[in-house]
């Protein structure tokens, strides 16, 4: 069973480019999260959403942030006219149906705004 | 509101040495714990996890952790310290509140393990 596949790996944008991370959860879970990582910050939750909902977006920043798990294919997460503060590790991690507590990581993806 | 608060940023052990990562969490329903790993430039692998089974829990390559209700605690433990064991550890809590915040981990601030030879 493949773990939680994230891409890219590593993603360069300069500033007011749009970036997109995708996210496609281990086989048969149902839930995914995204967490960013910012130097000196440590994780912080974004969202969390199933398929076709977002159930929580509380850790989401109000503008140029937004986040999608559609019916078919990847979680995608989207910053439109990124800054530099932007620049983080972005994580996804899925968990099973009614096992919302146990969370899979995948590998991050880095984002550097030039 | 949950909170995590791991004491000591960076931990340094010899090799073969007792490690113990201390991790204290605040929260008004009972916690669901988890301690995760991470090594340079990769994602977290998890530890081990605490869902209000037994209280002292074994997890992977040889550490465990144990809540402590009355002391709100869940340091981790690992009775020799392994070279590889240099990583970047984070402890981390989340409940499910029947309909709202369902895994949502909090995490802090993680410890940096350090092992000499």
């Known amino acids: 069973n493949a773990g939680v596949m994230q891409n890219p790996r590593h993603l360069v944008r300069r500033r007011g480019q749009e970036a997109r991370l995708r996210c496609s959860p281990m086989?048969?879970?149902?839930?995914v999260y995204w967490y960013r990582q910012l130097p000196e910050e440590g994780l912080k939750f974004m969202v969390y959403l199933q398929k076709e909902n977002i159930i929580d977006e509380s850790g989401m920043p109000k503008e140029r942030f937004s986040a999608e798990f559609p019916k078919e294919g990847p979680s995608i997460l989207r910053i439109q006219q990124v800054v530099r503060g932007d620049s983080a590790a972005y994580f996804c991690?899925?968990?099973?149906?009614?096992?919302?507590?146990?969370?899979?990581f995948g590998p991050g993806t880095r984002l550097t705004v030039l | 509101a949950q909170s995590v608060t791991q004491l000591g940023s960076h931990v340094s052990v010899s090799e073969g040495a007792l490690v113990l990562l201390r991790c204290n969490y605040s929260?008004?329903?009972?916690?669901?714990l988890f301690w995760y790993v991470q090594y340079p430039n990769q994602g977290l692998q998890l530890l081990l996890k605490?869902?209000?089974?037994?209280?002292l829990v074994k997890g992977i390559n040889g550490f465990e952790a144990e809540f402590k209700k009355s002391e709100t605690s869940f340091h981790l433990t690992k009775p020799s310290a392994h070279m590889s064991d240099a990583a970047e550890y984070f402890c981390a809590v989340s409940f499910n509140a029947g309909g709202t915040s369902y895994g949502k981990l909090t995490f802090g601030q993680g410890t940096i393990l350090t092992v000499h030879p």
């Open positions: 086989k048969g879970h149902s839930h």
């Open positions: 605490y869902t209000s089974a037994a209280t």
């Open positions: 991690a899925s968990s099973p149906p009614r096992t919302y507590n146990e969370q899979f």
């Open positions: 929260s008004s329903v009972p916690p669901y």
